[in-house]
């Protein structure tokens, strides 16, 4: 008789841990459901054009070449722009219009951590959470949002021969 009663508490037991994985499991696949709308949410978002008026890849080229602004070219290489002192702490930036798109390119240069966390590129529209930011500089991004599409235009503009 006590086996038996033993082998009872010993059953539900085991039936309550089932039902704790079971309840847990669904929990977490729900707040993770969540969280990946939330994240299509912003990449909707980003994949609309910060200004209403369409980028121009003219002015976009001279916001590049510009070496007062945090230009590009201490990182990259754009073949295309006539400077001889080009970085090479990132990738070349040749026929990048080829390999991603005007979407792919906002983001980079809004959040460039949401494709690598440990990236140095700065943002260039980011007012926020900086650290020992230069007095010009305190809530203002270093571009503008025309600038910022004006840029994207220019770069979705160098596609690969
Ligand atoms: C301080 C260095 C630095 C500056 C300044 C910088 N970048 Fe970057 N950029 C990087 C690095 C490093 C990467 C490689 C990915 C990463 O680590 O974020 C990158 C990646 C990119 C990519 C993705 C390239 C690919 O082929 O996937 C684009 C586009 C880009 N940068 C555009 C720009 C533009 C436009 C500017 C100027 C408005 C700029 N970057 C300024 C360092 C920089």
Do not use: W
């Amino acid at each position: 008789m006590k086996i038996l009663q033993l082998n009872q508490i010993f059953v539900n037991i085991i039936l309550l841990i089932i039902v704790l994985i079971i309840g847990l499991n669904s929990y977490y696949s729900f707040v993770h459901s969540e969280e990946i709308s939330k994240n299509f949410q912003s990449l909707h978002k980003i994949s609309q054009s910060l200004t209403e008026k369409a980028g121009n890849p003219d002015r976009g080229r001279k916001i590049l070449q510009d070496a007062n602004n945090v230009t590009c070219l201490i990182c990259h290489i754009v073949p295309s722009i006539n400077e001889p002192d080009q970085g090479k702490i990132g990738p070349s930036l040749e026929g990048v219009g080829s390999r991603l798109t005007k979407t792919q390119i906002r983001l980079q240069l809004l959040n460039p951590k949401s494709f690598n966390p440990d990236s140095i590129m700065p943002s260039y529209y980011q007012t926020e959470n900086l650290y020992r930011v230069a007095k010009s500089y305190v809530g203002k991004p270093i571009y503008t949002a025309q600038q910022i599409e004006d840029v994207i235009s220019y770069l979705y503009s160098l596609k690969s021969k």
